[in-house]
């Protein structure tokens, strides 16, 4: 391979890994880190019990500023050496047996706890804990770190949340419950009894990337490639995520060698400075402002920023701005409207009933039936539509429901009160009118007679 692509090549390996791998960097949220890394060291080191709810949207940075507080404190002798972390994901552990089991994983006490028959779930979890103070003069401390922490709330009586805020409020071991949502009303969810075991801590993160030149200085710290210390201290926060057997996901430190990215001094200085020159130019800030515009959370900038740095070539090495307006364009597509320009001219046509349908009746729900004689009168007098059979534009109106382009109001085939035969099933139309709009005056070869029956609702 020619130095040349060689040097691409680790550029963007470097800058991928960066933005897809680091997952302990973790910017602003300075105080409220401060009180979650806090609470964590009082209860390592001083065996104290704590909970609290971290809170915030999703891609906020909640689950980065736990990972950046542990990535800080392990190290710590005094922490890492008193402390067990238990991972729970409610998209996982969706029932409080799984996650007692999984519990038990990762406090490997599988081998203690195999043959016991529990009375309880609380004797259960009372026996783990126990089985941590018997090992040593002091009992470990156990952080349990509940990603999804809502989804726990549907368990059935709540047991596993009343039994981890009974402990931790009676003092019967060390523990800290760390409970991760993106539902602000989480409090609500918990039953009273469980609710009143809980501390009432709670950290609010919303996205603090709000000033539009805050994200361009990002954007340029992202794509910039680091120098000597920096590269080492970079390359050291790429991890590799690993499943294990709980199904609870850690972070293992990626053991590489930095030199590994070969890329050399000369090329990085005209690396940062090509970035610094596209950055400053008004297309690439235009593009960055629709995005900044759209979302402003650093997820979705890293989103943007990793498609770009894929799509660098051999034939074309360098970020300029018209490919960041190319990706930003993507980014800015209506997904609807793409399937919308893929569908057939026959599903193109029911959609137009549809809508003539639902402009005529105030969006009012349709069956199969009542869209099948809109058309049947387009096709009467149509040149391409007259001689569709009956069943072939069912199977097209069934394809809108699988595309979800309509929605059907019962929740499914036979899902509502009693069985309805597919023609009578009402649906509603999960479209707007100017997505419609918009793919009409995309759609490639469109008929001429049915461009303009989309535009009339005469017939
Ligand atoms: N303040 C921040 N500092 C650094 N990275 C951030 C920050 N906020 C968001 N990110 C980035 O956004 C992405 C999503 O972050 P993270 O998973 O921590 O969000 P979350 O709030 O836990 O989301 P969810 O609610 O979906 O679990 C990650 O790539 C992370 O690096």
Not at 224 to 236: D, I, Y
Not at 400 to 419: D, H
Not at 423 to 439: G, N, P, R, V, W
Request: hydrophobic share 40%.
């Amino acid at each position: 391979m020619p130095e040349a692509d060689r040097e691409l090549v680790s550029i963007r390996r470097f800058l991928k890994e960066r933005l897809q791998r680091d997952y302990t960097t973790l910017r602003g949220y300075a105080k409220e880190r401060s009180n979650v890394r806090l609470l964590l060291q009082r209860t390592a080191e001083m065996g104290e019990s704590n909970s609290l709810l971290l809170l915030g949207p999703r891609g906020s940075g909640k689950t980065t500023l736990i990972n950046s507080v542990l990535a800080d404190l392990l190290p710590n002798k005094s922490f890492g050496e008193n402390t067990l972390i238990v991972h729970l994901d409610g998209n996982l552990h969706t029932d409080d047996r799984v996650a007692l089991k999984s519990i038990t994983v990762q406090m490997q006490l599988e081998n203690a706890a195999d043959g016991k028959v529990f009375g309880s779930f609380a004797e259960n979890l009372a026996f783990l804990l126990q089985c941590l103070k018997a090992g040593g003069k002091h009992s470990k401390s156990v952080i349990f770190i509940l990603e999804e922490f809502d989804l726990f709330c549907a368990h059935h009586n709540q047991t596993l949340l009343y039994n981890l805020f009974d402990v931790s409020q009676s003092a019967q071991a060390p523990i800290c419950v760390l409970g991760v949502t993106c539902r602000l009303d989480v409090i609500e969810l918990l039953e009273k009894r469980v609710k009143s075991r809980f501390s009432h801590r709670q950290v609010f993160l919303f996205p603090s990337l709000r000033r539009f030149e805050d994200y361009v200085d990002l954007c340029r710290d992202l794509l910039s490639l680091p120098t000597g210390n920096s590269l080492l201290l970079a390359a050291e926060k790429i991890y590799n995520l690993q499943n294990i057997q709980s199904g609870a996901l850690y972070f293992s430190r990626n053991h590489f060698d930095p030199g590994e990215y070969g890329f050399s001094p000369r090329l990085r200085d005209a690396w940062n400075k090509q970035i610094c020159k596209v950055l400053a130019t008004q297309q690439a800030r235009s593009t960055l402002q629709a995005l900044h515009d759209f979302d402003i959370s650093e997820a979705y900038l890293k989103n943007f920023l990793f498609r770009l740095v894929a799509h660098l070539r051999p034939q074309s090495p360098h970020i300029t701005a018209e490919k960041m307006a190319a990706v930003g364009s993507q980014f800015e597509g209506d997904d609807k409207i793409e399937l919308l320009c893929g569908l057939s001219v026959l599903e193109l046509c029911l959609i137009i009933a549809i809508k003539h349908h639902s402009q005529i009746y105030d969006r009012d729900s349709f069956n199969f039936e009542i869209i099948y004689a809109r058309f049947s009168k387009f096709a009467k007098v149509s040149t391409t539509m007259q001689a569709v059979e009956r069943s072939i534009v069912l199977k097209a109106f069934e394809h809108l429901r699988i595309a979800e382009l309509i929605m059907p109001l019962t929740g499914g085939a036979g899902g509502g009160v009693g069985k309805v035969q597919k023609e009578f099933e009402m649906h509603k139309l999960a479209l707007t009118y100017s997505q419609i709009h918009h793919c009409m005056q995309r759609y490639q070869a469109l008929p001429t007679e049915v461009a303009q029956w989309a535009q009339s609702s005469l017939i």
